[in-house]
């Protein structure tokens, strides 16, 4: 795939899925190797958290990337005031504090820069956790489209030579040696408007905006008040997510009749945009989760080097 950067900046806000906090994101091209990143503009001398895996914090229902901060500061070691008049001078040394900047829900917005072929990209946000738009790709797409692209330099393509797998129980994601780029995802729920689903998406072949943007987040309509008691999905609603329960679907209609899928593959592109590139490879997922996504992320990356 030809690498980008963005032709102009863009700025989108809205809730965040999880924390339920109102955020404004705003993407501004990056020099070529400058690769992917997030700015939290909100805090304290503006700290960067880059998009690659090493920087995966939590993958629980979202995947959410952690930048430590280490400051020093100096510290006045001396004596109490009062014994300050025949005290020696006083000792004052360096100590080193440390925090962290966190963003959460990071996937659809980097997998709509991947999809696109943006490979250097500052994002600067002003809260903890990217806007969640529509709960799909598609509005973070045709910002990109708005602003166009140029083109950057195309870094060389790491080609996948051996088979590379994660698995847990009979979920798995696995790497395949192929001549393209291709992504294929199935799952199954034993609700019946879901069900057993695949999709497979080659970027040769189809447009990631046609093809997987649009797909929304979705969400099972029995496992809302458990999430909720959890702390998670306060900003989710009827406008941002599918929602299904055993009678089918409580905010149709789909924009594709396997729109769960879809954004399955959706959110792997995103996960595994985490390595900078994407390798030349076949990638294969099954009932897999943003753990197992970044599992493999990890595995790929010690093998890119």
């Given at each position: 795939?030809?690498?980008?950067?963005?032709?102009?900046?863009?700025e989108?806000a809205?809730?965040?899925l999880?924390?339920?906090?109102?955020?404004?994101?705003?993407?501004?091209?990056?020099?070529?190797?400058?690769?992917r990143?997030?700015?939290?503009?909100?805090?304290?001398?503006?700290?960067?958290?880059?998009?690659?895996?090493?920087?995966?914090?939590e993958?629980r229902?979202s995947?959410?990337l952690?930048?430590?901060i280490?400051?020093?500061?100096?510290?006045?070691n001396?004596?109490?005031k009062?014994?300050?008049?025949t005290a020696?001078?006083?000792?004052?040394?360096?100590?080193s504090t440390?925090s962290?900047?966190?963003?959460?829900?990071?996937?659809?917005?980097?997998?709509?820069?991947a999809?696109?072929g943006?490979?250097?990209?500052?994002i600067?946000?002003?809260?903890?956790e990217?806007?969640?738009?529509?709960?799909?790709a598609?509005?973070?797409?045709?910002a990109?489209?708005?602003?166009?692209?140029?083109?950057?330099?195309?870094?060389?393509?790491?080609?996948?030579?051996?088979?590379?797998?994660?698995?847990?129980g009979?979920a798995?994601v696995?790497?395949?040696?192929?001549?393209?780029?291709?992504?294929t995802?199935?799952?199954?729920?034993?609700?019946?408007?879901?069900?057993?689903q695949?999709?497979?998406?080659s970027?040769?072949?189809?447009?990631?905006?046609?093809?997987?943007?649009?797909?929304?987040?979705?969400g099972?309509?029995?496992?809302?008040?458990?999430?909720?008691q959890a702390?998670?999905?306060?900003?989710g609603?009827?406008?941002?997510?599918?929602?299904c329960?055993?009678?089918?679907?409580l905010?149709p209609?789909?924009?594709?009749?396997?729109?769960?899928?879809?954004?399955?593959?959706?959110?792997?592109?995103?996960d595994?945009?985490?390595?900078?590139?994407?390798?030349?490879?076949?990638?294969?997922?099954y009932?897999?989760?943003?753990h197992?996504?970044?599992?493999?992320a990890?595995?790929?990356?010690?093998?890119?080097?």
């Open positions: 795939m030809a690498k980008y950067t963005l032709g102009g900046i863009f989108r809205g809730v965040g999880h924390s339920g906090i109102v955020t404004k994101v705003r993407v501004l091209p990056a020099s070529a190797g400058e690769g990143y997030f700015v939290r503009v909100d805090l304290p001398e503006s700290p960067i958290i880059p998009a690659r895996v090493e920087a995966v914090h993958t229902l995947t959410e952690r930048s430590l280490t400051r020093d500061s100096e510290v006045d001396s004596v109490s009062a014994a300050e008049s020696k001078p006083a000792n004052v040394f360096a100590a440390q962290e900047a966190r963003v959460r829900t990071v996937e659809h917005l980097l997998a709509a820069l999809g696109s943006v490979n250097d990209a500052r600067e946000i002003d809260g903890p990217v806007p969640l738009l529509d709960g799909s598609k509005l973070w797409v045709e990109i489209q708005e602003v166009g692209l140029e083109a950057s330099v195309t870094p060389s393509a790491f080609v996948l030579e051996k088979p590379v797998w994660v698995y847990q009979d798995f696995a790497a395949l040696p192929a001549p393209t780029l291709r992504f995802y199935g799952i199954d729920f034993d609700l019946p408007a879901i069900g057993n695949w999709h497979s998406f970027p040769e072949q189809e447009t990631f905006a046609d093809a997987i943007a649009p797909a929304r987040t979705f099972l309509a029995h496992q809302i008040e458990h999430l909720r702390g998670l999905i306060k900003g609603s009827l406008d941002n997510a599918l929602v329960g055993d009678s089918g679907w905010n209609p789909l924009r594709f009749s396997n729109e769960p899928v879809r954004h399955k593959l959706l959110d792997l592109v995103g595994l945009s985490l390595l900078g590139t994407f390798p030349v490879a076949h990638f294969l997922a009932k897999a989760s943003h197992l996504h970044i599992q493999l990890q595995e790929l990356a010690r093998q890119m080097g």
